[in-house]
């Protein structure tokens, strides 16, 4: 397998926790999104909307971290990152979706880029934009996840899932607008439970090949 990754990406975070957690070797390529890499006629010609992460297996191109994560839960099924049953399944990947949709499809590299170039936001104002949008998805999720019988060590009893493959990166990212976590204590616990596993701390940004020394 190859994954096309960059280090801080946190679409790219996420198949990397996954291919920890199943042992999946892979190749790491490297595709700078801060250098326009990924607008390459070379990447656009792996991935045609220009954006990481993209796994290749046996010849066939896989883009967007969700479907990539479920293609290594069929593909690789041990150990599961999804529950055996229909509700909790549905349970994790709204968790997941949660993440995915609601907050970083908002408050990614590309939206907050834009902010600047078409309405000149500072980067004061672009982290509050993003600080918002990680504020209202984390709300959310906090309130999905406290109190209900089905969290446990995890977002979705004591083994990691789908939803903290999602949740972990959005984590790193609110640390990096320097967003007060303390409204949401069952996403911290949750988080320094995900730190504490090898598979999590192997994906970290910090540890990957490309991130700057």
Request: charged share 20%; aromatic share 8%.
């Amino acid at each position: 397998m190859k994954l096309y990754n960059f280090w801080r990406s946190s679409a790219s975070y996420r198949v990397r926790i996954a291919l920890a957690l199943k042992g999946v070797p892979y190749e790491y390529a490297s595709v700078n999104l801060l250098t326009g890499e990924s607008k390459s006629p070379e990447y656009l010609a792996v991935n045609p909307l220009g954006v990481v992460p993209t796994l290749e297996d046996g010849g066939k191109l896989f883009a967007q971290s969700m479907a990539i994560c479920e293609y290594l839960e069929e593909t690789h099924p041990h150990p599961p990152i999804l529950p055996p049953d229909p509700a909790g399944r549905a349970r994790v990947r709204a968790i997941a979706l949660a993440v995915a949709c609601e907050i970083h499809a908002v408050g990614n590299l590309r939206v907050s880029a834009e902010l600047v170039r078409k309405y000149g936001a500072t980067d004061a104002q672009r982290m509050e934009w993003m600080a918002h949008w990680i504020t209202v998805g984390f709300g959310a999720i906090e309130r999905m996840l406290a109190g209900a019988p089905e969290t446990g060590r995890f977002c979705h009893g004591d083994a990691p899932t789908l939803a903290d493959i999602f949740l972990a990166p959005q984590v790193y990212n609110a640390r990096r607008v320097k967003l007060d976590m303390t409204p949401f204590p069952t996403i911290v616990r949750i988080e320094q439970a995900c730190s504490a596993h090898p598979a999590f701390a192997a994906a970290r940004p910090e540890a990957q090949p490309d991130a700057p020394r």
